[in-house]
């Protein structure tokens, strides 16, 4: 086997490989997409690869299929990709597992809390103010105001 | 010699992929890794299909993914893209794999049958709108129905009235006890989300 | 002419088929006695026919009817074995069916039941017919379970009753217990047969009775104790169908069927099937003299046993049961002189001839006692009425006429065929083997004669005379029975007067019965003596006294004082047999089942229970690989791909 061949036929299998542990990994959907793609470039390259080594025109033209068929496969998953991020607002893949047993928690991690930069302060209501009668809140600015009219 | 730098810059751009946090970043190695594989397909007598390719994976895709991924990426990182889902189990499965095919290639001994012609797009395309033009017309409609389905499925999606529910899905709570609950987690997410309107 | 005898079976086959649908669609009940009775009268006609017309005629013809199985070599078919005994069973049979049945159709009026009574009664006919009629053992075995089960059937017929379905349980058990024994002995005769050379028969064709006959006597010159476990074996199922000493608890507690039930199964066919066993197998009997030993001492004892009994029971219909069982073990004696091989045919013919004559008197008896009950409202307690014989006037005279026929007064049936059997064992008291036995046996057969003579005369007396006594349950005008149910009745009572004197007179009986194969014709004639004759009949006038004297002067209640009151309560609680078999037998299946059932429940079930715990368990664990995840599900099927590639590199 000519040395060409071999090398693009280990690249291609290293991309399989890729995508492989990228599917498995990664829990972004977008991404996940993204390695199937590239599982389907490496056995695309597979092709290539075949049929330079025979010195024909069907292995380039198997791949132009499987770009083909790639494409779609783009198109559908990222229609299916945007309609599910409409309805969770997440890309999360662990979000949709509404087939688990019913007896299981849901597997989407909770976000640790974050320091956020605290808004407001309590704040004493002042001297010979009733709370019940005149509750006060101190607005973003640090100044008081009273909800009562 | 080229071929090998190409090689080598389509593997690191893969481990790039798998390895960056921020999906834009694996995304964009991504199209790196399609523009190497490209240098690959001109090196394996393909110029044509490494036109076609840039094309349309690098141009059109990847593009239309990065779209998506702007479209639905807050400006920080999303617990999902910190962690990995398994990543020994994967690895390992990947690397038995990978492991496998060099096996299985190594294994292969095969000789060119004639003496190297350099390629020609022509005969390509003869052979594509000739023998296989039955092949290449109904791959060409299902790329049609495809693009029908993409814009269907958008569609959809955004005139559904179960979006208002936000759970999403119109089943009633008693078939599937919890979905509120991942709702309300990935509300929880959502809302977590910090100063994103800042 | 012969094919004729097909026409009783296919009648009343479709007897039973249309009462079958006439219980399923419950429409037309109150018609549900007509194709009994239409099919009863044409067998009954069809078997009289053959009766005449096979006088001096072929004597055994064997038909075949109906090809059961046909398997390549094996060739079954269900024969019909025409002979005197088989004949005479047929006509008893066919002809007090039709009597007893146009007697059901009055009795049995208004009953909730009356279609489903009527269906079995036809189904219970063509058992019967075919257990009579059939060639072979096996195929006989298969009708006799057949009329067991009508049987059971019909003395559970007021099933909502408790003692009803106990006395049909019971009925049952007894009978399969007898029965065991009876397939037993049959499988060890069909064994045996093969031992000696007819291996090459097929299956069930080996139980013909034409090869049975043909074989024994080398089975019995070559496997002597194997014969005679044949012959005690089947000799036990006699026994239990015949309710015989010990088997016969059932009997008296198959009185709680309806009373045509007891006048047609259990006092005249089913129960004589067993010495219809014993005649048509006497070819073999004859071989195992110690079989028939056996047989007489049995019959004997019941004779006995069941006279004394029957003296101290207050239900009417109990007395006529143990009656019917005294006078079965008389027949059983009957086959006891056959131990001397002589005389067998003879005893043969003795036992038949009682047969036909007990037949027509018990169930007149049986079906007056139905009268009595009818009118009384069910009550059949003799305490409890008397002096019926200005109430019931026509009973009277019918019952009247029927107890005669019983105790043996002369000149009426019961007279001749009981002299007939003790005649038979007055001829060899001589002889130096068995002498003292025969003379016991007559003894004790004397003094059943005795027996009956007290207890019917009692019956008689406490029904029908003293003073009028009506239960309450009778109502206001306790009625004479309709035409309908004393026409039948009129019918037997004719017979039960003449048909001794019939018999006996033209001797038709022996010259029909007598060519039984293998049975050489007697030499001599038994024809009893003046001495039993006066014997006999003075016994009975002794009985008659004793028992108006038993009756009239003291009463029932005052006798019952001092030894013969601790004699009183023996018999009256039956010697204790049923306890006897309770504590033998019921009580240790009890405790066994019970043991069973513990450890069913304490072993078996605790196993099956944890074994059905591992299927959840594993299940459990599984399911909590059912996150819904899709990574989680993609690094399984990755998982498997690579093993399945794993597994391809490693085969090469």
Known sequence: MNPATFQTLMLAATLFAIGIVGFLS??????????????????????????????????????????????CEAAIGLA???????????????????????????NVEVPVEQNEPIESYPVLTPAGTDPLVNPVRVSKDGALDTLKA | MLLFFYSCLAVFAGVGFLAFRQPIYSALSFAAVVLATCGVFVMNDAPYLAAATMIVYTGATIIVFLFVLMFAQRSRL????????????????GMLLFSFLFAAIREISIEPPAPHVPSQVAELGKLMFTDFIWTVEIVGLLLLVATIAAIVIAQDAQNDPAEKTESGINVSPALVPVPSASAQTAKRVASARPGGNR | MLNLVWLIPLVLMLALLAGVLICLFRKGAELAHVPTIVGLSISSAVSLILLFTSQGGVHVAITEGYTWLSLGGMHVPITARLDGIG???????????????????????????????????????????????????????????????CSYLLIGHWY????????????FLVNRLADCAFLVGILLLWHGIGLVGAENLATVGRLDFDVIFDAVPALAQRQPDLLWWVGLLLLIGAIGKSAQFPFHVWLPDAMEGPTPVSALIHATTMVTAGVYLLARMSPLLLLTPDVLLIAGWLGAIT????????????????????????????????????????????????????????????????????????????????RKFGGLRKVLPSTHILFLIGALALVGAPPLAGFWSKEGILGLLTLEIGNPQYGSVFAIWLFMGLLSTLLTAIYTFRAYLRTFWGDVKLPAQAGAHPHEATAMMLAPLYILAVGSALIGLVIASTGALAEFVLPIPFLTDPHAHPHAGWWLVIASVGLVMAGATIAYYSISTSGVAAKRSGVPARFAELTSNRFYLDEVFYFCLVAPTQHLSKMVGIFDSQFIDRVIRRGATIPSAIGGRLRTYQTGVLPNYALTMALGIVALVALAFLRG
């Open chain 2, 78 to 93: 999303q617990l999902y893209d910190l962690s990995r889902n398994a990543p020994v189990w994967s690895i390992v499965i």
């Open chain 1, 26 to 71: 990664r829990k972004n959907m977008i991404l996940m997409f993204l390695s199937v793609e590239l599982m389907l470039a490496a056995v695309a390259m597979n092709f290539i690869a075949f049929g330079a080594h025979y010195q024909n025109y069907q292995g380039q033209l198997f791949a132009v299929l499987i770009l083909t068929i790639a494409s």
């Open chain 3, 87 to 149: 004949l005479i069973q047929l006509n008893v049979v066919t002809c007090i069916s039709l009597l007893v049945a146009v007697y059901a159709r009055g009795y049995m009026l208004g009953d909730p039941g009356y279609a489903r009574f009527f269906a079995i009664i036809s189904a219970f006919v063509f058992a019967m017919v075919m257990l009579v009629l059939v060639g072979n053992l096996f195929v006989l075995y298969a009708f006799w379970e057949g009329v067991g089960l």
């Open chain 3, 303 to 382: 004779a006995v046993l069941g006279g004394l009994i029957a003296l101290f029971q207050d239900d009417l219909k109990r007395v006529l049961a143990y009656s019917t069982v005294s006078q079965l073990g008389l027949l059983f004696l009957a086959f006891g002189a056959g131990v001397n091989g002589e005389l067998l045919p003879l005893a043969v013919v003795a036992a038949m001839f009682h047969l036909i004559t007990h037949a027509f008197f018990k169930a007149l008896l049986f079906l007056t006692a139905g009268n009595v009950m009818h009118a009384m409202g069910d009550c059949i307690d003799m």
């Open chain 3, 160 to 171: 909502r009753r408790p003692s009803a379905a106990k006395a049909a349980m019971k009925a």
């Open chain 1, 80 to 106: 299916l990709v945007v309609s599910l991020f409409k309805r969770k607002a997440t890309l999360d893949i662990a979000a949709w597992s509404d087939l688990r047993e019913t007896d299981r928690e849901a």
